[in-house]
Protein backbone atom coordinates (compact mmCIF):
# COMPACT_ATOMS: atom_id res chain seq x y z
CA UNK A 1 0.00 0.00 0.00
CA UNK A 2 1.44 3.38 -1.03
CA UNK A 3 1.79 5.66 2.09
CA UNK A 4 0.36 9.11 1.66
CA UNK A 5 3.01 11.90 1.56
CA UNK A 6 2.62 15.69 2.64
CA UNK A 7 5.07 18.44 1.66
CA UNK A 8 4.71 21.56 4.24
CA UNK A 9 5.98 24.93 2.76
CA UNK A 10 5.48 27.73 1.67
CA UNK A 11 5.05 28.71 -2.34
CA UNK A 12 7.71 31.72 -2.24
CA UNK A 13 10.54 29.25 -0.58
CA UNK A 14 12.55 28.15 -3.38
CA UNK A 15 13.37 24.98 -1.63
CA UNK A 16 9.88 23.71 -1.14
CA UNK A 17 9.68 24.78 -4.99
CA UNK A 18 11.89 23.23 -6.10
CA UNK A 19 11.63 19.73 -3.81
CA UNK A 20 7.61 19.84 -5.69
CA UNK A 21 9.42 20.59 -9.05
CA UNK A 22 11.76 17.49 -8.40
CA UNK A 23 9.11 15.24 -7.35
CA UNK A 24 6.85 15.71 -10.14
CA UNK A 25 9.38 14.81 -12.82
CA UNK A 26 10.11 11.61 -10.64
CA UNK A 27 6.13 11.04 -10.95
CA UNK A 28 5.46 11.63 -7.07
CA UNK A 29 2.33 13.30 -5.84
CA UNK A 30 2.32 14.61 -2.58
CA UNK A 31 -0.14 16.28 -0.71
CA UNK A 32 0.43 19.81 -0.94
CA UNK A 33 0.24 22.03 2.35
CA UNK A 34 1.04 25.66 1.06
CA UNK A 35 1.31 27.87 4.12
CA UNK A 36 1.01 31.02 2.59
CA UNK A 37 -2.37 30.10 0.88
CA UNK A 38 -3.75 28.65 4.19
CA UNK A 39 -2.89 31.95 6.01
CA UNK A 40 -5.00 34.07 3.08
CA UNK A 41 -7.69 32.26 2.09
CA UNK A 42 -8.14 29.24 4.25
CA UNK A 43 -7.54 27.99 7.59
CA UNK A 44 -6.89 24.60 10.11
CA UNK A 45 -7.99 22.58 12.39
CA UNK A 46 -5.54 20.62 14.20
CA UNK A 47 -5.85 18.17 16.95
CA UNK A 48 -3.83 16.74 19.88
CA UNK A 49 -4.03 13.83 20.08
CA UNK A 50 -4.93 13.49 16.71
CA UNK A 51 -8.83 13.20 16.47
CA UNK A 52 -8.68 11.58 12.61
CA UNK A 53 -10.15 15.02 11.38
CA UNK A 54 -7.12 17.17 11.60
CA UNK A 55 -6.64 19.13 8.52
CA UNK A 56 -5.71 22.71 6.37
CA UNK A 57 -7.83 24.61 3.51
CA UNK A 58 -7.60 26.90 1.05
CA UNK A 59 -10.00 28.43 -0.61
CA UNK A 60 -9.81 26.01 -3.20
CA UNK A 61 -9.13 22.87 -1.93
CA UNK A 62 -8.77 21.03 1.55
CA UNK A 63 -5.87 18.88 2.63
CA UNK A 64 -6.55 16.43 5.44
CA UNK A 65 -3.24 15.29 7.33
CA UNK A 66 -4.59 12.53 9.70
CA UNK A 67 -4.01 9.68 6.92
CA UNK A 68 -0.68 11.21 5.97
CA UNK A 69 2.41 8.97 6.65
CA UNK A 70 5.51 10.91 5.78
CA UNK A 71 5.68 14.69 6.26
CA UNK A 72 8.58 16.67 4.19
CA UNK A 73 8.23 20.14 5.98
CA UNK A 74 9.79 23.06 5.85
CA UNK A 75 7.69 25.52 8.37
CA UNK A 76 9.19 29.39 8.35
CA UNK A 77 7.53 32.47 7.66
CA UNK A 78 6.84 33.13 4.00
CA UNK A 79 9.09 35.97 2.03
CA UNK A 80 6.46 38.10 1.35
CA UNK A 81 5.17 40.97 3.23
CA UNK A 82 1.86 40.62 5.43
CA UNK A 83 -0.22 43.21 6.90
CA UNK A 84 0.12 42.66 10.92
CA UNK A 85 -3.06 40.74 11.00
CA UNK A 86 -1.83 37.93 8.21
CA UNK A 87 1.58 37.74 10.68
CA UNK A 88 -0.53 36.37 13.49
CA UNK A 89 -2.47 34.32 11.56
CA UNK A 90 1.07 32.92 10.10
CA UNK A 91 2.91 32.75 13.51
CA UNK A 92 -0.34 30.77 15.28
CA UNK A 93 -0.53 28.58 12.07
CA UNK A 94 3.43 27.44 12.74
CA UNK A 95 3.11 27.27 15.92
CA UNK A 96 -0.04 24.93 15.65
CA UNK A 97 1.91 22.92 12.97
CA UNK A 98 5.15 22.58 14.97
CA UNK A 99 2.65 21.20 18.12
CA UNK A 100 0.82 18.69 16.04
CA UNK A 101 3.49 16.95 14.08
CA UNK A 102 5.29 16.96 17.33
CA UNK A 103 2.67 14.76 18.63
CA UNK A 104 2.25 12.90 15.08
CA UNK A 105 2.99 9.20 14.81
CA UNK A 106 4.30 9.57 11.24
CA UNK A 107 7.19 10.28 9.55
CA UNK A 108 8.46 13.94 9.78
CA UNK A 109 11.63 15.22 7.89
CA UNK A 110 12.21 17.09 10.03
CA UNK A 111 10.70 16.59 13.30
CA UNK A 112 10.55 19.75 15.27
CA UNK A 113 11.07 18.74 18.47
CA UNK A 114 14.63 17.87 17.15
CA UNK A 115 17.83 18.99 19.22
CA UNK A 116 17.25 23.06 18.59
CA UNK A 117 20.13 24.86 19.52
CA UNK A 118 21.06 26.27 15.84
CA UNK A 119 19.37 29.11 17.40
CA UNK A 120 21.75 29.45 19.77
CA UNK A 121 24.92 30.16 18.30
CA UNK A 122 27.44 29.72 21.54
CA UNK A 123 25.05 26.41 22.07
CA UNK A 124 25.45 25.36 18.82
CA UNK A 125 28.93 25.35 18.50
CA UNK A 126 29.14 23.52 22.27
CA UNK A 127 26.72 20.38 20.79
CA UNK A 128 28.80 20.16 17.43
CA UNK A 129 32.19 19.84 20.13
CA UNK A 130 30.09 17.46 22.15
CA UNK A 131 29.38 15.41 18.92
CA UNK A 132 33.10 15.23 18.40
CA UNK A 133 34.19 17.52 15.49
CA UNK A 134 36.82 20.44 15.55
CA UNK A 135 34.96 23.82 16.33
CA UNK A 136 36.39 26.82 16.23
CA UNK A 137 36.97 28.76 19.12
CA UNK A 138 34.26 31.35 19.83
CA UNK A 139 32.77 33.99 22.30
CA UNK A 140 29.52 35.69 22.51
CA UNK A 141 29.71 38.86 24.88
CA UNK A 142 28.47 42.46 24.98
CA UNK A 143 31.84 43.13 26.65
CA UNK A 144 34.17 45.37 24.72
CA UNK A 145 37.14 44.44 25.96
CA UNK A 146 36.70 40.80 26.58
CA UNK A 147 35.78 40.68 22.72
CA UNK A 148 38.67 43.25 21.85
CA UNK A 149 41.14 40.42 23.96
CA UNK A 150 39.60 37.97 21.12
CA UNK A 151 40.25 40.02 18.49
CA UNK A 152 43.66 40.65 19.29
CA UNK A 153 44.35 36.44 20.01
CA UNK A 154 43.54 36.46 15.74
CA UNK A 155 41.02 36.98 12.73
CA UNK A 156 37.45 36.47 13.50
CA UNK A 157 34.30 36.33 11.62
CA UNK A 158 31.21 37.82 13.15
CA UNK A 159 27.47 36.10 13.35
CA UNK A 160 24.27 36.42 14.34
CA UNK A 161 23.66 34.80 18.16
CA UNK A 162 20.07 33.94 16.77
CA UNK A 163 21.47 32.24 13.64
CA UNK A 164 19.58 34.52 11.67
CA UNK A 165 21.11 34.15 8.17
CA UNK A 166 23.35 36.54 7.16
CA UNK A 167 26.57 36.82 5.19
CA UNK A 168 29.87 35.94 7.14
CA UNK A 169 32.26 38.75 7.40
CA UNK A 170 35.39 39.36 9.47
CA UNK A 171 35.33 41.54 12.18
CA UNK A 172 38.47 44.29 12.57
CA UNK A 173 39.16 45.37 15.64
CA UNK A 174 39.35 49.14 14.84
CA UNK A 175 35.60 48.79 14.09
CA UNK A 176 34.40 47.39 17.76
CA UNK A 177 34.95 51.17 18.69
CA UNK A 178 31.47 51.30 16.77
CA UNK A 179 29.82 49.20 19.04
CA UNK A 180 27.49 49.66 21.31
CA UNK A 181 26.10 47.33 23.70
CA UNK A 182 22.52 48.44 23.68
CA UNK A 183 22.91 46.77 20.22
CA UNK A 184 22.91 43.54 21.48
CA UNK A 185 25.48 40.75 22.10
CA UNK A 186 28.16 39.87 19.54
CA UNK A 187 28.92 36.58 18.57
CA UNK A 188 32.58 36.24 17.13
CA UNK A 189 34.34 32.90 16.05
CA UNK A 190 37.61 32.51 14.79
CA UNK A 191 38.48 32.47 11.09
CA UNK A 192 39.55 29.35 9.53
CA UNK A 193 41.16 29.93 5.89
CA UNK A 194 40.60 26.90 3.30
CA UNK A 195 38.34 25.81 1.28
CA UNK A 196 34.58 24.91 2.13
CA UNK A 197 32.50 22.22 1.96
CA UNK A 198 28.56 21.47 2.23
CA UNK A 199 27.47 18.11 3.29
CA UNK A 200 24.21 17.14 3.25
CA UNK A 201 22.65 13.75 5.15
CA UNK A 202 20.03 12.49 4.37
CA UNK A 203 19.56 9.27 6.49
CA UNK A 204 22.72 7.06 5.72
CA UNK A 205 23.26 8.69 2.60
CA UNK A 206 25.99 11.90 1.74
CA UNK A 207 25.80 13.93 -1.24
CA UNK A 208 29.37 16.86 -0.78
CA UNK A 209 29.83 20.38 -2.47
CA UNK A 210 33.53 21.25 -2.33
CA UNK A 211 33.60 25.06 -2.72
CA UNK A 212 36.89 26.58 -3.71
CA UNK A 213 37.01 30.67 -3.38
CA UNK A 214 38.51 33.51 -3.75
CA UNK A 215 39.68 36.13 -0.69
CA UNK A 216 35.69 35.97 0.40
CA UNK A 217 35.36 35.07 3.48
CA UNK A 218 31.73 33.97 2.59
CA UNK A 219 31.77 31.93 -0.51
CA UNK A 220 27.81 32.48 -0.77
CA UNK A 221 29.52 36.21 -1.89
CA UNK A 222 31.76 35.54 -4.13
CA UNK A 223 30.96 35.43 -7.66
CA UNK A 224 34.23 33.30 -8.76
CA UNK A 225 33.36 30.80 -6.45
CA UNK A 226 33.86 27.13 -7.85
CA UNK A 227 31.36 24.34 -6.93
CA UNK A 228 32.17 20.74 -7.20
CA UNK A 229 30.73 17.46 -6.12
CA UNK A 230 32.75 15.15 -4.37
CA UNK A 231 32.85 12.05 -2.03
CA UNK A 232 34.26 12.65 1.48
CA UNK A 233 36.41 9.95 3.27
CA UNK A 234 34.42 7.01 4.65
CA UNK A 235 35.11 8.35 8.50
CA UNK A 236 33.40 12.00 7.84
CA UNK A 237 30.98 10.33 6.27
CA UNK A 238 30.01 8.11 9.45
CA UNK A 239 30.54 10.92 11.67
CA UNK A 240 27.86 13.08 9.98
CA UNK A 241 25.52 10.21 9.84
CA UNK A 242 25.96 9.64 13.06
CA UNK A 243 25.71 13.54 14.05
CA UNK A 244 22.78 14.16 11.95
CA UNK A 245 21.11 10.77 13.63
CA UNK A 246 22.34 11.72 17.05
CA UNK A 247 20.15 15.22 16.80
CA UNK A 248 17.24 13.44 15.97
CA UNK A 249 17.10 14.60 12.22
CA UNK A 250 17.08 12.42 8.99
CA UNK A 251 18.10 15.19 7.08
CA UNK A 252 20.72 18.30 7.65
CA UNK A 253 22.93 20.32 6.02
CA UNK A 254 26.27 20.73 7.07
CA UNK A 255 28.67 23.48 6.68
CA UNK A 256 32.80 22.51 7.03
CA UNK A 257 36.31 23.84 6.16
CA UNK A 258 38.71 22.23 5.42
CA UNK A 259 42.03 23.80 6.39
CA UNK A 260 45.64 23.74 5.09
CA UNK A 261 46.39 20.85 7.30
CA UNK A 262 43.46 19.12 6.01
CA UNK A 263 42.10 19.79 9.13
CA UNK A 264 37.76 19.72 9.08
CA UNK A 265 36.42 21.89 11.10
CA UNK A 266 32.57 21.83 11.71
CA UNK A 267 31.33 25.64 11.58
CA UNK A 268 27.29 24.49 11.90
CA UNK A 269 24.37 22.25 11.07
CA UNK A 270 21.37 23.16 9.23
CA UNK A 271 18.11 21.25 10.78
CA UNK A 272 15.88 22.91 8.12
CA UNK A 273 19.03 22.66 4.71
CA UNK A 274 18.35 25.10 2.38
CA UNK A 275 19.34 22.38 -0.34
CA UNK A 276 18.12 23.44 -3.74
CA UNK A 277 20.87 25.24 -5.09
CA UNK A 278 23.54 22.37 -3.99
CA UNK A 279 21.20 19.60 -5.49
CA UNK A 280 22.36 21.27 -8.90
CA UNK A 281 25.40 20.23 -8.56
CA UNK A 282 25.08 16.97 -7.00
CA UNK A 283 22.57 15.89 -10.21
CA UNK A 284 19.26 16.28 -8.12
CA UNK A 285 20.65 13.42 -5.74
CA UNK A 286 19.34 14.60 -2.29
CA UNK A 287 16.02 15.36 -3.42
CA UNK A 288 15.74 11.79 -4.40
CA UNK A 289 17.10 10.65 -1.64
CA UNK A 290 14.49 12.88 0.11
CA UNK A 291 12.01 11.00 -1.99
CA UNK A 292 12.69 7.57 -0.80
CA UNK A 293 12.89 8.06 2.77
CA UNK A 294 9.57 9.73 2.37
CA UNK A 295 7.84 6.79 0.23
CA UNK A 296 9.72 4.12 0.43
CA UNK A 297 11.78 4.43 4.26
CA UNK A 298 9.61 1.52 6.14
CA UNK B 1 38.80 28.48 41.87
CA UNK B 2 36.24 30.80 41.24
CA UNK B 3 37.22 34.59 38.86
CA UNK B 4 34.40 36.18 39.46
CA UNK B 5 34.58 39.46 40.94
CA UNK B 6 33.49 39.51 44.70
CA UNK B 7 31.09 42.87 43.30
CA UNK B 8 28.87 40.11 41.37
CA UNK B 9 25.32 39.20 43.21
CA UNK B 10 25.47 35.86 44.22
CA UNK B 11 21.98 35.19 42.61
CA UNK B 12 20.70 36.51 39.30
CA UNK B 13 16.70 36.62 39.18
CA UNK B 14 15.65 37.41 35.88
CA UNK B 15 12.04 38.58 36.05
CA UNK B 16 9.98 40.94 35.50
CA UNK B 17 9.25 43.62 38.72
CA UNK B 18 5.76 42.33 39.17
CA UNK B 19 6.53 39.00 39.42
CA UNK B 20 5.41 37.82 43.24
CA UNK B 21 6.80 34.55 43.25
CA UNK B 22 10.15 36.41 42.31
CA UNK B 23 9.67 39.09 44.61
CA UNK B 24 9.01 36.43 47.40
CA UNK B 25 12.84 34.82 46.84
CA UNK B 26 14.28 37.75 46.40
CA UNK B 27 12.96 38.72 50.19
CA UNK B 28 13.73 35.33 51.31
CA UNK B 29 17.21 35.98 49.85
CA UNK B 30 17.47 39.24 51.81
CA UNK B 31 16.61 37.48 55.04
CA UNK B 32 19.21 34.86 54.37
CA UNK B 33 22.16 37.18 53.35
CA UNK B 34 22.11 36.33 49.86
CA UNK B 35 22.90 39.36 47.52
CA UNK B 36 19.86 38.85 45.25
CA UNK B 37 19.71 41.10 41.84
CA UNK B 38 16.54 40.97 40.12
CA UNK B 39 17.24 42.52 36.26
CA UNK B 40 15.72 41.78 32.74
CA UNK B 41 16.67 39.14 29.70
CA UNK B 42 18.02 42.68 28.20
CA UNK B 43 20.12 44.17 31.47
CA UNK B 44 21.71 39.96 31.83
CA UNK B 45 22.48 39.77 28.38
CA UNK B 46 25.20 43.11 28.72
CA UNK B 47 27.06 40.67 31.75
CA UNK B 48 26.93 37.67 30.09
CA UNK B 49 29.57 36.30 28.25
CA UNK B 50 29.80 32.65 26.86
CA UNK B 51 33.37 31.28 24.88
CA UNK B 52 33.53 28.00 23.75
CA UNK B 53 36.37 26.41 21.90
CA UNK B 54 38.62 23.29 21.90
CA UNK B 55 39.35 23.69 25.73
CA UNK B 56 35.91 23.69 26.64
CA UNK B 57 33.60 25.99 27.43
CA UNK B 58 33.15 29.25 29.98
CA UNK B 59 30.19 31.22 31.32
CA UNK B 60 30.55 34.58 33.51
CA UNK B 61 29.27 35.28 35.17
CA UNK B 62 29.61 31.97 37.20
CA UNK B 63 26.30 32.22 39.61
CA UNK B 64 22.62 30.57 39.65
CA UNK B 65 19.88 32.00 38.12
CA UNK B 66 16.10 31.64 38.17
CA UNK B 67 15.00 32.38 35.01
CA UNK B 68 10.68 33.90 34.73
CA UNK B 69 8.84 34.71 31.68
CA UNK B 70 9.03 38.53 31.62
CA UNK B 71 9.35 41.28 28.90
CA UNK B 72 12.62 41.41 27.83
CA UNK B 73 13.79 44.80 28.79
CA UNK B 74 14.86 45.34 25.36
CA UNK B 75 14.28 49.21 24.81
CA UNK B 76 11.94 50.27 21.86
CA UNK B 77 13.62 51.31 18.73
CA UNK B 78 13.94 50.30 14.56
CA UNK B 79 15.76 46.97 15.87
CA UNK B 80 14.13 45.96 19.07
CA UNK B 81 13.16 43.08 16.83
CA UNK B 82 16.57 41.95 15.90
CA UNK B 83 17.45 43.21 19.22
CA UNK B 84 15.50 40.91 21.14
CA UNK B 85 15.76 37.84 19.22
CA UNK B 86 19.45 37.87 19.76
CA UNK B 87 19.47 38.87 23.49
CA UNK B 88 16.64 35.50 23.25
CA UNK B 89 19.68 33.24 21.41
CA UNK B 90 22.40 34.54 23.57
CA UNK B 91 20.81 33.95 27.35
CA UNK B 92 19.48 30.87 25.74
CA UNK B 93 22.99 29.61 25.34
CA UNK B 94 24.93 30.98 28.31
CA UNK B 95 21.53 29.53 30.71
CA UNK B 96 21.86 26.19 28.79
CA UNK B 97 26.07 26.06 29.60
CA UNK B 98 26.24 27.69 33.07
CA UNK B 99 27.54 24.92 35.52
CA UNK B 100 25.33 26.60 38.44
CA UNK B 101 21.80 25.77 38.80
CA UNK B 102 19.48 27.25 36.49
CA UNK B 103 15.68 27.39 37.12
CA UNK B 104 14.33 26.50 35.17
CA UNK B 105 16.98 25.48 32.94
CA UNK B 106 16.37 26.03 28.84
CA UNK B 107 16.83 22.51 27.08
CA UNK B 108 17.88 21.84 24.06
CA UNK B 109 15.27 19.18 23.49
CA UNK B 110 12.08 19.79 26.08
CA UNK B 111 10.88 22.18 28.30
CA UNK B 112 12.13 25.78 28.54
CA UNK B 113 10.62 28.67 30.56
CA UNK B 114 11.76 30.46 27.75
CA UNK B 115 9.63 28.89 25.51
CA UNK B 116 5.29 29.38 25.17
CA UNK B 117 4.17 27.33 28.12
CA UNK B 118 2.14 25.30 25.71
CA UNK B 119 4.97 23.32 24.16
CA UNK B 120 5.39 22.16 27.67
CA UNK B 121 2.33 19.53 27.72
CA UNK B 122 3.53 18.59 24.09
CA UNK B 123 7.04 17.76 25.04
CA UNK B 124 5.44 15.52 28.09
CA UNK B 125 3.41 13.61 25.46
CA UNK B 126 6.51 12.96 23.47
CA UNK B 127 8.21 11.56 26.35
CA UNK B 128 5.28 9.08 26.72
CA UNK B 129 6.11 8.29 30.35
CA UNK B 130 3.08 9.61 32.53
CA UNK B 131 1.98 8.10 35.67
CA UNK B 132 -0.21 5.74 35.97
CA UNK B 133 -3.91 6.97 36.08
CA UNK B 134 -3.14 10.05 34.84
CA UNK B 135 -4.19 10.57 31.38
CA UNK B 136 -3.63 14.03 28.65
CA UNK B 137 -6.57 15.75 28.20
CA UNK B 138 -6.63 16.61 24.44
CA UNK B 139 -6.27 19.92 22.94
CA UNK B 140 -7.52 22.04 19.79
CA UNK B 141 -6.03 24.29 17.44
CA UNK B 142 -7.85 26.03 14.98
CA UNK B 143 -7.33 29.59 13.10
CA UNK B 144 -10.65 30.62 14.58
CA UNK B 145 -13.30 29.79 16.67
CA UNK B 146 -16.02 28.30 14.80
CA UNK B 147 -19.33 28.79 16.50
CA UNK B 148 -19.22 28.38 20.06
CA UNK B 149 -16.89 25.97 22.24
CA UNK B 150 -18.84 24.95 25.10
CA UNK B 151 -16.94 23.35 27.61
CA UNK B 152 -13.85 24.58 26.38
CA UNK B 153 -11.51 27.21 27.44
CA UNK B 154 -10.30 29.30 24.37
CA UNK B 155 -6.54 30.83 24.44
CA UNK B 156 -5.35 33.47 22.12
CA UNK B 157 -2.05 31.90 21.24
CA UNK B 158 -0.32 35.32 20.29
CA UNK B 159 -1.59 37.07 23.02
CA UNK B 160 -2.23 34.03 25.90
CA UNK B 161 -5.63 36.01 26.80
CA UNK B 162 -8.17 33.37 27.10
CA UNK B 163 -12.12 33.25 27.67
CA UNK B 164 -14.18 30.21 28.53
CA UNK B 165 -16.13 29.54 25.50
CA UNK B 166 -14.39 31.70 23.38
CA UNK B 167 -17.33 34.55 23.54
CA UNK B 168 -14.74 37.11 25.63
CA UNK B 169 -11.56 36.73 22.74
CA UNK B 170 -11.30 40.73 21.84
CA UNK B 171 -10.49 39.62 17.92
CA UNK B 172 -10.34 36.72 15.23
CA UNK B 173 -6.79 35.09 15.72
CA UNK B 174 -5.74 32.00 16.03
CA UNK B 175 -6.64 29.83 18.82
CA UNK B 176 -5.92 27.04 21.09
CA UNK B 177 -8.82 25.07 23.08
CA UNK B 178 -8.00 23.03 25.88
CA UNK B 179 -10.38 21.66 28.52
CA UNK B 180 -12.10 24.31 31.05
CA UNK B 181 -10.64 24.30 34.12
CA UNK B 182 -12.63 26.47 36.62
CA UNK B 183 -15.10 26.44 39.05
CA UNK B 184 -17.44 24.92 36.94
CA UNK B 185 -15.19 21.87 37.30
CA UNK B 186 -13.15 19.72 39.52
CA UNK B 187 -9.36 20.02 39.69
CA UNK B 188 -6.96 20.10 41.37
CA UNK B 189 -3.47 22.01 40.82
CA UNK B 190 -0.21 21.44 42.14
CA UNK B 191 3.07 23.63 42.43
CA UNK B 192 6.50 21.29 42.14
CA UNK B 193 9.44 22.64 43.13
CA UNK B 194 12.32 20.36 42.86
CA UNK B 195 11.59 17.22 44.43
CA UNK B 196 9.09 19.34 46.90
CA UNK B 197 5.02 19.80 46.59
CA UNK B 198 2.43 21.72 47.36
CA UNK B 199 -1.54 21.39 46.66
CA UNK B 200 -2.79 24.98 45.66
CA UNK B 201 -5.99 24.09 45.03
CA UNK B 202 -8.23 21.73 45.07
CA UNK B 203 -6.68 19.88 48.43
CA UNK B 204 -10.25 18.73 49.21
CA UNK B 205 -10.85 16.61 46.44
CA UNK B 206 -10.21 12.51 46.73
CA UNK B 207 -7.33 12.56 44.15
CA UNK B 208 -5.15 14.69 45.52
CA UNK B 209 -2.96 12.47 47.09
CA UNK B 210 -2.30 10.92 43.62
CA UNK B 211 -1.90 14.25 41.82
CA UNK B 212 0.74 15.39 44.13
CA UNK B 213 2.79 12.28 43.43
CA UNK B 214 1.92 12.59 39.64
CA UNK B 215 2.67 16.29 39.66
CA UNK B 216 6.28 15.20 41.28
CA UNK B 217 6.58 12.60 38.45
CA UNK B 218 5.96 14.79 35.75
CA UNK B 219 7.93 17.80 36.61
CA UNK B 220 11.20 15.20 36.62
CA UNK B 221 9.89 14.07 33.34
CA UNK B 222 9.68 17.21 31.75
CA UNK B 223 12.56 17.88 33.46
CA UNK B 224 11.55 21.10 35.05
CA UNK B 225 12.62 22.50 38.56
CA UNK B 226 9.16 24.63 39.27
CA UNK B 227 6.15 24.21 37.50
CA UNK B 228 2.42 24.18 38.27
CA UNK B 229 0.19 21.06 36.89
CA UNK B 230 -3.30 20.82 36.68
CA UNK B 231 -5.40 17.72 36.65
CA UNK B 232 -9.04 17.87 35.89
CA UNK B 233 -10.94 15.33 38.14
CA UNK B 234 -14.16 13.70 37.54
CA UNK B 235 -16.78 12.57 40.13
CA UNK B 236 -16.68 8.60 40.25
CA UNK B 237 -13.41 7.98 38.22
CA UNK B 238 -10.52 7.17 40.11
CA UNK B 239 -8.08 8.64 37.20
CA UNK B 240 -6.69 11.93 36.62
CA UNK B 241 -6.30 13.82 33.11
CA UNK B 242 -3.17 16.31 33.00
CA UNK B 243 -5.17 20.09 31.67
CA UNK B 244 -1.97 22.48 32.10
CA UNK B 245 1.69 22.66 32.48
CA UNK B 246 2.98 25.75 33.55
CA UNK B 247 6.59 26.33 33.73
CA UNK B 248 5.90 29.81 34.97
CA UNK B 249 3.55 29.55 37.43
CA UNK B 250 1.73 32.95 38.89
CA UNK B 251 -2.03 31.84 39.94
CA UNK B 252 -1.08 30.10 43.02
CA UNK B 253 -1.68 33.53 45.31
CA UNK B 254 -2.28 31.74 48.84
CA UNK B 255 0.67 33.43 51.11
CA UNK B 256 1.74 30.00 53.00
CA UNK B 257 2.66 28.28 50.00
CA UNK B 258 4.36 31.61 48.21
CA UNK B 259 6.73 31.56 51.06
CA UNK B 260 7.44 27.92 51.40
CA UNK B 261 8.05 27.91 47.63
CA UNK B 262 10.41 30.49 47.43
CA UNK B 263 12.22 29.52 50.65
CA UNK B 264 12.26 25.63 48.61
CA UNK B 265 13.67 27.21 45.37
CA UNK B 266 16.19 29.89 47.07
CA UNK B 267 17.10 26.41 48.67
CA UNK B 268 17.39 24.37 45.06
CA UNK B 269 19.21 27.87 43.49
CA UNK B 270 22.12 28.22 46.13
CA UNK B 271 22.92 24.30 46.56
CA UNK B 272 25.20 24.43 43.18
Request: net charge neutral.
Amino acid sequence: MTRNVAVIGDATDPTTVHFLAECAAAGYKPRVVSLGDIVATGGWHLAVPDDGCSRVWTADAEVPLSDVGAFYCRLAGSRAQWPAEMEIRQSGLLLSLRLWLTASRALVINRPDIDQHNGAKSLHESELARLGFSVPDSISSSDISQLADFLRGGRAVIKACCGMRANTRELLIDRLREYSADRGPLHLQRLIPGYDIRAHVVGAEVFAVRIDGGPAVDYRTDRHARYSAVTLPRELQAVLVEATRAQGMAFSGWDLKVDADERVWCLESNPMPGYSFYDGHVGGDISKALMRQLWEQP
Amino acid sequence: MSTVPASLPDLYVLAGGTDTLARAVLGAAEGRGVRALLCSRFEYARVLTVEVGLSGVRVMPDRPVLVRQHADGVPPGPDAGFISEEVYAHVKGGLSLLGRTVVNRPRIRGVSVLQPPAIAQYHLRAAGGLPDRVTLAPELFRDRVHGGASGWEVQDIYTYEASLGGGNTSREAPQRLRRSVSRLFRYVSVLVVGTRTWVSAGAGDPLAGIAREAAAEIGSIADLQLAEVTFKSTEGEDSLQVARVDANPRSFAAAPIMSQAAEALLDLLMAS
